[in-house]
């Protein structure tokens, strides 16, 4: 496990333009993968017994311009690449996008606006100030579970305060999916939930990008609402625009139509990992948002019913069922990497700019500017690099224990109440690195990471040479 934890460091090094950013970065790895509590930057000086010194050089690496989250982010995407646990349809990834929000109690943090909480749960209130993020995962599987694995994570609301990217935010995560895939050399499918059923969405994944089109496929729910055509076959008119649209129908209502009641079929799949019979039709029709074809899924399930949309006219059911089923893993990756990781306990704020109120807004009036844009737009950055440091920690931990799971059984010595599966969880798995780092700090590691860190305990400035050990 520390082998494969220093193999994955290495290969994080040409990310970082000097040396002393990649000591550091080292240090904040392993903080974030050993603390014990999520206050912030200080959590990673009390976990590895560090010098009170080192605190101001941990913030420093934050918001160092030796290093972006755009340089960092594809060296972790080729490296989970070589890895043999990416889930695939027809020779395409599978990725998975959401947003996820996260409150923040803060009068001077950037990109801090009043959101809706869209949760069905009472206790939480209906408008709070926060972050929005926009997050991108990759399906993954050992054939004893499927997992998302954390790719990229940027924030998508409150963007007039720094350079933000253009766009809606809709839009944004296509525009990640698409710029992941190209990093990977891969083509994907994209799956989202149905805030994203827009024609923009899928106009965007159809651009043509270095002269290749749908390199991303994007499979969603619908809105139940949704209204499609079918193409016009009669007889067209002799001069004039010919017709396109046929038969305008309301998808929703096609389950209880008689007439298209007897086009359902039924098959036998799995539904949230239980067999059951599903009554469906396929429908390739015509959508006004797209002005293009796009394949329909109405789907009938001991659960209920649902309409699924794709732009990939060749799926068939069980595949969509199957990718959509597994679009919940993103819901288990956001709950691990708030509550077990503290990967959005972050506390970065910008003097420059202006106090705003902590009272959440209906009708929220425009960010105000900050007086020194270039201080903000670091803070901006800071915190994104902040996040997505966290999700290199929590891929690891996923692929550490897909790939060692007897190891970190034997390591970990953690008693759990309820064993769900053979294949450790982020926490056990992080429990067994716990105790390893901890007893090699403690006792006499021979590992280079171990060195560095006593290195940064003592407050030397004797220099440690990666990969060889003394």
């Known amino acids: 496990m520390i082998d494969y934890l220093e193999q994955f460091l290495l290969g994080m090094r040409p990310a ?30 009390r976990a590895l017994f560090l010098s009170p010194h080192s605190y101001p050089c941990l913030l420093h690496f934050f918001h160092s311009t030796a290093w972006q989250v755009e340089s960092l982010m594809p060296c972790w995407w080729k490296w989970q690449a070589q890895e043999p646990f990416a889930y695939r349809e027809k ?40 972050h929005h993020w926009g997050c991108i995962s990759q399906l993954m599987t050992d054939r004893k579970k499927y997992w998302s694995a954390p790719l990229f994570a940027r924030i998508h609301q409150g963007l007039e305060q720094v350079e933000g990217s253009t766009g809606t935010m809709s839009t944004r995560i296509v525009n990640m999916a698409q710029t992941i895939a190209q990093e990977m050399g891969e083509k994907g499918y994209l799956v989202l939930d149905a805030f994203f ?33 079918l193409p016009y076959t009669g007889p067209q008119k002799s001069s004039g625009r010919h017709r396109v649209y046929g038969s305008k129908l309301k998808l929703m209502k096609l389950f209880d139509s008689n007439s298209w009641g007897k086009q359902f079929k039924t098959t036998n799949t799995v539904v949230y990992q239980k067999k059951e019979t599903i009554r469906y039709l396929i429908l390739d029709l015509l959508w006004i948002p797209t002005k293009g074809l796009i394949r329909f899924f109405l789907i009938e399930t001991s ?12 799926l068939d059911v069980r595949a969509v069922l ?18 077990v990781m503290g990967g959005l306990a972050y506390h970065f704020w910008s003097t420059p700019l202006p106090p705003v109120s902590r009272r959440p807004l209906r009708n929220a009036s425009p960010l105000p500017k900050s007086s020194k844009p270039e201080l903000t737009q670091n803070t901006f950055d800071a915190i994104e690099k902040f996040v997505n440091v966290q999700f290199l920690v929590l891929g690891l931990l996923q692929l550490v224990a ?55 305990q003592n407050n030397s400035t004797n220099p440690v040479i990666l990969g060889q050990t003394g």
């Open 16 to 45: 970082f333009s000097r040396q002393a950013t990649f000591n550091w970065f080292v240090i904040v790895f392993v903080g974030f993968l050993v603390r014990s509590d999520t206050l912030g930057v200080s959590s990673i000086v």
């Open 402 to 456: 897909a790939k060692f799971p007897l190891h970190v059984w034997a390591k970990s010595k953690c008693w759990l109440r309820t064993y769900t599966s053979d294949t450790p969880s982020e926490f056990v798995t992080r429990t067994a690195f716990i105790n390893i780092i901890r007893c090699n700090l403690l006792g006499f590691g021979k590992d280079w990471i171990t060195h560095l860190i006593q290195q940064k």
């Open 91 to 130: 020779d395409r990834i599978v990725l998975v996008g959401d947003h996820t929000k996260t409150p923040k109690d803060a009068r001077k943090m950037p990109a801090v606006t009043t959101l809706h909480q869209d949760s069905e749960t009472a206790s939480k209130p209906s408008f709070f100030r926060g």
């Open 303 to 314: 659960r209920g019913r649902i309409i699924l949309m794709t732009s990939d006219l060749t």
């Open 197 to 229: 059923a827009v024609g923009p969405v899928f106009n965007e994944a159809a651009k043509e990008i270095d002269g290749e089109r749908n390199r991303i496929h994007i499979l969603t729910r619908s809105k139940k609402n949704v209204v499609a055509y």
């Open 322 to 339: 199957t990718l959509y089923c597994e679009r919940i893993t993103i819901e288990i990756m956001f709950d691990t990497l708030k509550n």
